[in-house]
């Protein structure tokens, strides 16, 4: 049975995928779209539970399960520096609403990961009640409403568009 934490996601990871969709025409809201989706079935699924459960049973089996924090550090460590350069190569995306989708939605993704990891203390900071929810169920309702408007603006023309500056020979012609 699912918790109000859990249908806060189901419902806002369903928003956002749908505002994807409706903005698929132009890239990258249908892959997005396919991200969300995937999201959701997992959320339904749990997959990411089950795999925990998994891997920590083996641990179990063979004798290693104290012994691994330091192999959920590592790999906390390297879902860091796959973010990093994820985030690095989205920046170079040439629409701002685009880009801050690809990020907000990649956020989303990277907490599915970090929490399958399970790492104690991040667990702890993760799983604390705010109100009616989680704290991890209040960043998936502001990463899926970043999302949200992000692909709202980048179907009706990004009003977080610049204006472009004329360059300095435009402007001597002129004179």
Known sequence: MLNASQWTGLLMIALAGLACFSARKRS???????????????MLVETRYRLHD??????????????????????????AVA?????????????????????????????????????????AFLYQTIGPIHLIAWLWVLLCL??????????????IKGK???SSRVRQKRR
């Open 83 to 123: 973010a990093l350069i994820v985030a690095m190569i989205v920046i170079r995306t040439r629409r701002p609403a685009a880009r801050v989708g690809l990020l907000s939605s990649g956020g989303l993704a990277l907490l599915f990961l970090v929490e399958m990891v399970s790492l104690h203390d991040i667990d």
């Open 164 to 166: 472009r500056r004329r």
């Open 146 to 159: 970043v999302t949200l408007a992000a692909s709202r603006l980048d179907k009706t023309g990004s009003p």
């Open 54 to 79: 998994l891997v920590n049973a083996q641990l179990l089996a063979v004798g290693l399960y104290q012994q691994r924090s330091g192999s959920q550090i590592i790999l906390l460590a390297g879902l």
């Open 28 to 42: 990258p809201w249908l892959l997005l779209t396919m991200l969300h989706a995937i999201l959701l079935t997992e």
